[in-house]
Every structure is written in structure tokens, then in C-alpha cells.
T-cell receptor
Framework: AQRVTQPEKLLSVFKGAPVELKCNYS??????LFWYVQYSRQRLQLLLR??SRESIKGFTADLNKGETSFHLKKPFAQEEDSAMYYC???????????FGTGTRLKVLA | GAGVSQTPSNKVTEKGKYVELRCDPI?????LYWYRQSLGQGPEFLIY????????DSGLPNDRFFAVRPEGSVSTLKIQRTERGDSAVYLC?????????????FGPGTRLTVL
């Protein structure tokens, strides 16, 4: 079955501390992986995708096919990173996203 | 430019009633998607349009749900005989084309509450 698992509903860290938001997936084949973010009172927006191998707002994510993971990392958390983060996958070249249940990140001053 | 817009932002209705939710995609985007997000869950795919036609409606939960996009732009999600379990945030998204390399841009959602 195709599934995205985000084991943490809530993650609290202090400002300046490293952050790792976990995402594991189940998919028969080679999916494309994404992280979406929703800031307070804003709409869901793309943060990054694995094929771009880019760093956005200091966040990076590496696709580990052996562990079927796509964890989101940032070395030094900032208060403005507080938001809801969703991991999602789609089949290669397709449009249908499967989302995880999301992790709320709170960065404490 | 303007992003994806959805109206109404909130809709409260009674069990058994009919509701329509509207989505106005980004101009020029041929692909349009509807998702449903229940409390504590991530968005769940409902239906996808390429142009005017529903290319994939495999996510619609039952035949009470129907969506149209008659002119290839604005879309309406229609729910008949609403049930309390239909209460959720309904999200619309659009993209240039229906491929994963094209970013899906989401609207603010319509919060539907069925009493």
C-alpha cells in the first residue's frame, strides 16, 4: 500500500537547536517526495522536492531509498519556522499526492 | 499575480442539504485538483481535472460527491445529501500541467461543517 508516515504530531525545539522532521514512505517503485509547509493563517505551500536537491530557508531533505525515508532537516531552528509540515509523495511523473498526517513544529524562544 | 481562490471560506449546513464549493485556479493552469482534509489528517486526493474533463475521480468517496469544470477554469465541487462525516476542509489546487514536476498551488480552503 502507498503510504506516508510522519510519526510525530508535535515537535518542540529551542531557537538555534537542530531540527529533524521525520517522514517514512511505503511505495512500490520510485516515488517523488515533497515537503509542504503551512504557516499560521496561510495556505499550504511547497517547501522543497527531492528531485531539486535544493535548500530552502535553510531546510534540506535527502531521499534514502534503503530506509524509505525523506527526513527534513535544519541545523539551526528559527522562530519563524514554526508551522505545520506535511510530507507527500507522488508516483514518478504523476500528479496524485499522498500526504502524511503532518508534524507541527514549534520553535521556542 | 492572484493565487488560487476558494469560496466560501466557511460553510455551515444541516445534514441532508446540498452544498457547492467553488474554486478559481491560477490563470493559465490547465490542471485542477480537489483534496479533502479532515481534522488531524493530511490532505486526501478527491479528483483531478485536465482542462474540462475529470481525468481521475478515484478519490471521490461516494456518488454524493460530484465536481465539474465546464469551461476549463473555475471548478465546483458538489455534495448532495450531506452527512456529518463530510465535515472537513476542502482544498483546491492548480498546476500548469498534471505532472509532478509542476508545483501544485493550493487555495485557502473551504471549511465545511455539517450539523
Amino acid at each position: 500500500a502507498q503510504r506516508v508516515t510522519q510519526p510525530e504530531k508535535l515537535l518542540s525545539v529551542f531557537k538555534g537547536a537542530p531540527v529533524e522532521l521525520k517522514c517514512n514512505y511505503s511505495y512500490s517503485g520510485s516515488p517523488e517526495l515533497f515537503w509542504y509547509v503551512q504557516y499560521s493563517r496561510q495556505r499550504l505551500q511547497l517547501l522543497l522536492r527531492h528531485i531539486s536537491r535544493e535548500s530552502i530557508k535553510g531546510f534540506t531533505a535527502d531521499l534514502n531509498k534503503g530506509e524509505t525515508s525523506f527526513h527534513l532537516k535544519k541545523p539551526f531552528a528559527q522562530e519563524e519556522d514554526s508551522a505545520m509540515y506535511y510530507c507527500a509523495l507522488s508516483g514518478p511523473g504523476t500528479y496524485k499526492y499522498i500526504f502524511g498526517t503532518g508534524t507541527r513544529l514549534k520553535v521556542l524562544a | 499575480g492572484a493565487g488560487v481562490s476558494q469560496t466560501p471560506s466557511n460553510k455551515v449546513t444541516e445534514k441532508g442539504k446540498y452544498v457547492e464549493l467553488r474554486c478559481d485556479p491560477i490563470s493559465g493552469h490547465t490542471a485542477l485538483y480537489w483534496y479533502r482534509q479532515s481534522l488531524g489528517q493530511g490532505p486526501e486526493f478527491l479528483i483531478y481535472f485536465q482542462g474540462t474533463g475529470a481525468a481521475d475521480d478515484s478519490g471521490l468517496p461516494n456518488d454524493r460527491f460530484f465536481a465539474v469544470r465546464p469551461e476549463g477554469s473555475v471548478s465546483t465541487l458538489k455534495i448532495q445529501r450531506t452527512e456529518r462525516g463530510d465535515s472537513a476542509v476542502y482544498l483546491c489546487a492548480s498546476s500548469l500541467q498534471a505532472v509532478s514536476t509542476d508545483t501544485q498551488y493550493f487555495g485557502p480552503g473551504t471549511r465545511l461543517t455539517v450539523l
